[in-house]
């Protein structure tokens, strides 16, 4: 047997060179002209590598898809010019792409002057209505919660206060009113708005509205009813737990299912689906804090509440801090995102704010949360409770007022009116700018309390007044906007939909591009 198998492996080794003598004598024996055409037909790519070619782009023969591995050849490196011709190819692409904007660029003013010429009804314009829009009743209701949560209290500040949560609910009614329409009228869009990269990070922004709609009815309704509202509260916070975390969970679900969002690309707004649970911690504590006595909390399970709260709330922390580790090495790597894009960078402050403002205000309500022999000691939980709290607290506020200064840093350089290639121009996320900032004055406030420092109370109430000047600004920038036609028009092309066709065209040669476009007028 053994001697059989070894005969068939020498027969087969003849076989084999037999082959390879008879291949050889055949090219060789082929002319010059033959052994050209062969290698034309069979060119090496560059570096091993050839970027896809989309095939929805319009006009791809005059988009350069290779980008800096174009020039990259083996040639080049082995005759010692490689680095010249590695540093002219990656000038090459600066210029090239700074081309593509420019033309890009145009093409938007094109399309914004062609869109803004033609006529269309009011239904057209239902139908450019997007999820975005709900950031408008987020930072409304946030403003109605910092006016409560000022320390030097007046009656004018808590009429004012009731004011701006009526005017968000209507708000809140009108917009739920109008994207309901939109989804009526356009059959199909409300299933493609959950697998679209413009609108599909910005649906928890609805969630989140109604978190901040309860957390001002427990400011503005507990201290003026009965118990039976005590219940009202007890219920709608446990439904708004079980609404944020499964939202939560199923929107990033869905996103990690249907979208590919390149690092690049990132920015803040991917925090965006954890922010439903990041309002369970002060919803608790205000619900607490506004009960008459000692007998209510326990008549709607304090403890229960407190605990929720900061299960719920750890949650969407961790969620958040993990994101913001791509966040961070985005920056390290791509630097700053592109300026209209940049009022994003301010949703970072929000998880840290709100957990801040959650947990110090909890330690600040322990005496209602715990009775005094909680746990067989007497007053001993209450106290533990309150510094963990406190010195918790103070930790996570040192991240929230990082990301606050680097975030005002990034818009030093595109507060530039009367310069076009550093200015941003209008549109629903500059809501951004006014709701996680509440998150870091109430939290600026709860840690003033807690400390019973009268400087940091204070700096909090002038970065009270400056927010509702810049929600007052923001307010009338939207109607202006909807006046002049730049947001709510159909066809109407804005500056991050330019941002998304440049990162589409732009291959590797561009790397700062965004793929989310800005959803508040996209033609549905």
Request: glycine content about 8%; aromatic content about 12%.
């Amino acid at each position: 047997m053994a001697i059989s198998n070894v005969g068939s492996l020498v027969l087969n080794l003849i076989i084999f060179l037999t082959t390879l003598v008879n291949f050889n004598n055949t090219l060789t024996g082929l002319d010059s002209s033959t052994i050209f055409v062969l290698r034309l037909t069979d060119v090496p790519i560059a570096n091993g590598y050839e970027s896809p070619r989309p095939q929805f782009l319009t006009n791809g023969d005059n988009i350069n898809l290779n980008g800096s591995h174009a020039n990259l050849d083996g040639d080049s490196r082995y005759r010692g010019h490689g680095e010249g011709n590695i540093s002219g190819q990656v000038q090459g692409n600066d210029a090239q792409a700074l081309q593509d904007d420019t033309s890009l660029t145009e093409l938007g003013q094109q399309s914004d002057e062609e869109a803004t010429k033609k006529k269309y009804g009011i239904r057209d314009r239902i139908g450019c209505f997007t999820w975005t829009w709900f950031t408008m009743t987020m930072a409304t209701g946030g403003i109605a919660n910092v006016l409560h949560t000022i320390p030097y209290r007046s009656e004018w500040l808590r009429v004012l206060g009731v004011i701006v949560f009526l005017f968000n609910i209507i708000l809140f009614l009108f917009i739920c009113s109008l994207i309901s329409l939109r989804f009526r009228w356009n059959p199909g869009s409300f299933r493609s708005s959950f697998i679209s990269p413009s609108e599909c990070l910005f649906i928890p922004a609805c969630v989140v509205s109604v978190g901040t709609i309860l957390i001002n009815m427990a400011q503005y309704g507990l201290p003026r009813t009965g118990p039976w509202f005590h219940t009202v509260m007890q219920v709608c916070f446990w439904g708004y737990a079980s609404i944020s975390f499964i939202a939560s969970s199923g929107m990033y679900l869905i996103i990690w299912s249907t979208q590919e969002f390149p690092i690049h690309t990132m920015t803040p707004i991917w925090i965006f689906p954890a922010y439903p649970a990041l309002l369970l911690a002060p919803l608790a504590s205000n619900i607490i804090s506004s009960l008459p006595d000692d007998a209510s909390a326990e008549r709607i399970n304090s403890i229960a509440i407190a605990y929720g709260a900061v299960c719920v709330q750890g949650t969407g922390f961790m969620v958040s801090l993990m994101i913001y580790s791509a966040f961070i090495y985005r920056l390290m790597t791509q630097k700053l995102p592109r300026e209209n894009r940049r009022p994003g960078m301010f949703v970072s402050v929000g998880p840290s704010g709100f957990t801040v403002s959650g947990l110090v205000n909890l330690g600040l309500v322990v005496n209602r949360i715990f009775p005094e022999s909680y746990m067989g000691h007497s007053g001993g939980a209450r106290l533990i409770f309150r510094i963990f709290s406190l010195m918790a607290g103070l930790w996570i506020y040192g991240l929230c007022i990082w990301f606050f200064l680097v975030s005002i840093g990034a818009h030093l350089q595109v507060m530039k009116p009367n310069d076009a290639e550093h200015h941003i121009h209008f549109d629903m996320t500059w809501y951004s700018f006014v709701f996680p900032n509440t998150a870091l004055i109430t939290a600026t406030f709860a840690v003033g309390e807690s400390l019973n420092s009268h400087a940091i109370r204070i700096i909090g109430t002038v970065l009270s007044g400056l927010l509702v000047c810049l929600w007052i600004f923001i307010f009338y920038m939207m109607i202006r906007a909807l006046v002049f036609k730049k947001i709510l028009w159909p066809g109407r092309l804005d500056g991050s939909e330019i941002s998304w066709r440049k990162w589409i065209s732009g291959g590797l040669a561009v790397t700062e591009e965004k793929t989310s476009r800005g959803s508040d007028n996209t033609n549905v």
